[in-house]
Each structure stands twice: as C-alpha cells, then as structure tokens.
C-alpha cells in the first residue's frame, strides 16, 4: 500500500483495531506531476492494478503552503528531497503569513477505484522542532495547537492529521461495503 515507512507505521496504527491486515509494499510506481494529490493518486493506482492481484490503496500527500501559492503541493516529495526542511524555513524567511494545509489522499483499488481525501490546516513553523514522524512534520504546526506534528506521539498526530481524517472516510466506505 505505501512504501514509506512513516506513513505505514500510522496506518498501522489506525488500522489496528478494525480488522484490516496491512502489507508494507516496497514497490516503485512512476509519479507524474499532475496538478491535484487525487490525481497522481489515481494515475499510480491505475499503474500499480496490472501488477497486483489483490485489494490495495495508496496514499499520495502534499503539503500547500499558502503564500507559495500552494507550493510544494504536489512536487512535496521532490522538494522534501532536494530542499528539506530547512529549505521551506528559507522560503518562507520574513514571512508573515504562515498558514498551510496538509492533503492526503487514499486511493483504493477494490472492483473500482475509489478517492478519499483528507486536509488538515495550520502554520509553518519558523524552526523546525521535535524528532517524530517523518518528512514535513517538524515544520507543521496544526491549527489550535502549540507543538508541530513531530513533537507529537503518534497517537497524538492520528488525533487530528490530514490522514486520519482521509482514512476515516476510507473505513466508512469498507463498512458500509461489508454490512
Ligand atoms: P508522498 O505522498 O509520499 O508523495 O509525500 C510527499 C512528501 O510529503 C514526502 O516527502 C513525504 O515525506 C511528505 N509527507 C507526506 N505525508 C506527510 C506527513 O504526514 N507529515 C510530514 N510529511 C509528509
């Protein structure tokens, strides 16, 4: 389903207590660039059904950075590769206008393809803090909050993220498929 290993370890987590088996998948699939996460989304599910013979989803994410005019959006992973965190801070120097969304959405092949999404608000942070979690999550502060979603359990940051909220509407959808 992901082959990154922070995403995996809280699906794990929000997926424990309802039945469903998780199988990490290393596999490579071609990212296009494509203008919305749903997108990209649904053109790497179409890509990876011909290999897999068995239910699957994938998650495909972005941070929109509001004064980026959306920026990193859906070029998150690439600019987490080449710039990182202290890359964004850069960016966003001197900046008074922090605010910025998480998106995530879950692509699940079943019979058909299905899209849930799932955002989360809140404020780049000016340094980045806590060891947690994984990639933008030092630099995310979500609204209401004082800490960054790497000061965070886990526990916590299921609380309230933009993929727990996509992986809500997902499990709505298996039960409503299983009654
Ligand atoms: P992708 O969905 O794997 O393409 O993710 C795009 C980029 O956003 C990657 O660099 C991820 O590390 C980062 N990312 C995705 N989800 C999160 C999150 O929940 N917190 C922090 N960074 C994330």
């Given amino acids: 389903m992901t082959s990154n290993r922070g995403k995996y ?38 890509y990876l059904r011909g290999t897999l013979k068995t239910d699957f989803f994938i998650d495909d994410s972005g941070l929109f950075i509001k004064t980026l005019n959306g920026f990193p959006g859906v070029y998150s992973s690439y600019v987490f590769r080449t710039l990182g965190n202290v890359g964004i801070l850069d960016l966003m120097k001197g900046k008074t206008e922090r605010s910025a969304e998480f998106r995530t959405c ?34 995310f502060i979500p609204d209401e909050r ?18 727990s909220k996509a992986t809500q509407a997902f499990l709505k959808y298996i039960k409503k498929k299983t009654i």
């Fill in 106 to 139: 879950i692509a699940y092949f079943d019979d058909k393809l299905n899209l849930f999404t799932g955002r989360t608000q809140g404020l780049i942070a000016t340094d980045p803090r806590g060891t947690n979690g994984f990639g933008f999550d030092p630099v």
């Fill in 146 to 163: 004082k800490e960054t979603y790497a000061e965070m359990t886990t526990e916590e940051k299921n609380s309230i993220s933009h993929r």
């Fill in 9 to 46: 370890s809280e699906y794990k987590e929000m997926l424990r207590d309802v039945g469903i088996e998780l199988e990490l998948l290393l596999m490579s699939y071609p990212e296009e660039q494509l203008d919305t996460i749903e997108e990209v989304a649904e053109r790497s599910t179409l």
